[in-house]
């Protein structure tokens, strides 16, 4: 029987807006650059295969931002009172679990972005130098505070239960 899960979270893809609206505006500038370039091509030194590397260019950012974006839909993270669990990915898929009693320390790590959205990775690591990482969590600091408590009764349960044994 699978134990009921204590939290069942998705990571935010909000963080990204940032990074959306930067391949954009080099996507637009370069538009711009490779319209003005063609228009005033007489004129101009500059020859329109330029701006239209950078515009090449902001479209392959795009994309990358655009499958980042999928697979941080595709992935799920679910922690019970004994586990934790990951899933993700679109092309290769992964899925990591590691047993809360193994966890040694949790650390919470939040870039600038992140932080401008209340975001982000919380850190699992375990004895056998195992790491799982939750990455893009909404309030990540009160996340890591719910799955230490889990931690500490689950290292007092297996306690209890090693010292039963003998």
Do not use: N
Request: glycine share 6%; net charge neutral; aromatic share 8%.
């Amino acid at each position: 029987m699978k134990p009921p899960e204590v939290l069942s979270e998705k990571p935010r893809a909000r963080a990204l807006i940032v990074y959306y609206g930067v391949a954009l505006s080099i996507i637009c500038l370069s538009g711009i650059g490779v319209i003005a370039a063609w228009t005033w091509r007489e004129e101009s030194a500059v020859d329109f295969r330029v701006p239209l590397i950078g515009l090449v260019g902001g479209i392959c950012i795009l994309a990358f931002i655009g499958y980042i974006h999928l697979e941080m839909i595709s992935a799920v993270y679910a922690i019970t009172e004994t586990s934790a669990h990951a899933r993700w990915g679109l092309l290769v898929k992964h899925d990591e679990s590691i047993q809360l009693g193994a966890v040694r320390s949790i650390k919470v790590s939040q870039g600038l972005v992140q932080r401008m959205f209340k975001l982000g990775d919380v850190i699992l690591y375990t004895t056998s130098s195992d790491i799982l990482v939750l990455r893009d969590l909404d309030h990540p600091s009160e996340k890591k505070e719910m799955i230490w408590e889990l931690v500490q009764s689950e290292a007092a349960r297996r306690k209890t239960h090693y010292v039963s044994d003998r």
